[in-house]
T-cell receptor, first 114, second 117 residues
Framework: AQSVTQPDIHITVSEGASLELRCNYSYGATPYLFWYVQSPGQGLQLLLKYFSGDTLVQGIKGFEAEFKRSQSSFNLRKPSVHWSDAAEYFC????????????FGKGTKLSVKP | GAGVSQSPSNKVTEKGKDVELRCDPISGHTALYWYRQSLGQGLEFLIYFQGNSAPDKSGLPSDRFSAERTGGSVSTLTIQRTQQEDSAVYLC???????????????FGNGTRLTVT
């Protein structure tokens, strides 16, 4: 069965520092991979997605993620964090050839220190 | 509308009462999902509708939960005889699902925060 693990429940970084949020998935083949962000009181907004091709994908708001098949990982990165990036981040996996639902990790809450 | 719309945004109800939560998906999106988000638990899949196919109800936690989608558009999630553990944010999402693929992203509403007292 598919599963997604986000090992870090809460991360605090200083504004301007680099960021990496970890995501590991379990799936028998290459899945579709997504990162979503949720600001307080809001729904989830898609940051980026990986389907195939280049394993380094660029998203909105200066985020990028790298698919590493050997590590079953899809970590999210940003070179310089802004205070407005404080939010909760969710990694999700979807099965290829399926019209079914996405499986989400439990999320990582990001706090940004001034 | 421009996005997925959910109503009400907040609902407080007494234990044992029934509640209905509404979702208006993006026009033209054939797939509609309900998720439940509890504190520290991430998103829990509840139910999925795709066009005229039978819904995937595999995530519904008990028979007190049900959902319908009328005319392939608006969906209502109903919780009967609410319990305190039903307190959560209920998120609806839709996507323009293409046959044989799972790669179109989900578009989420802002959710309904349900509090059962």
């Amino acid at each position: 069965a598919q599963s997604v693990t986000q090992p870090d429940i809460h991360i605090t970084v200083s504004e301007g520092a680099s960021l990496e949020l970890r995501c590991n998935y379990s799936y028998g083949a290459t899945p579709y991979l997504f990162w979503y962000v949720q600001s307080p009181g809001q729904g989830l907004q898609l940051l980026l997605k990986y389907f195939s091709g280049d394993t380094l994908v660029q998203g909105i708001k200066g985020f990028e993620a790298e698919f590493k098949r050997s590590q079953s990982s899809f970590n999210l990165r940003k070179p310089s964090v802004h205070w407005s990036d404080a939010a909760e981040y969710f990694c999700a996996v979807g099965a290829r050839g399926s019209q079914g639902n996405l499986i989400f990790g439990k999320g990582t809450k990001l706090s940004v220190k001034p | 509308g421009a996005g997925v719309s959910q109503s009400p945004s907040n609902k407080v109800t007494e234990k044992g009462k029934d509640v209905e939560l509404r979702c208006d998906p993006i026009s033209g999106h054939t797939a509609l999902y309900w998720y439940r988000q509890s504190l520290g638990q991430g998103l829990e899949f509840l139910i999925y509708f795709q066009g005229n196919s039978a819904p995937d109800k595999s995530g519904l936690p008990s028979d007190r939960f049900s959902a319908e989608r009328t005319g392939g558009s608006v969906s209502t999630l109903t919780i009967q005889r609410t319990q305190q553990e039903d307190s959560a944010v209920y998120l609806c999402a839709s996507r323009q699902s293409l046959s044989g693929t799972g790669n179109s992203p989900l578009h989420f509403g802002n959710g309904t925060r349900l509090t059962v007292t």
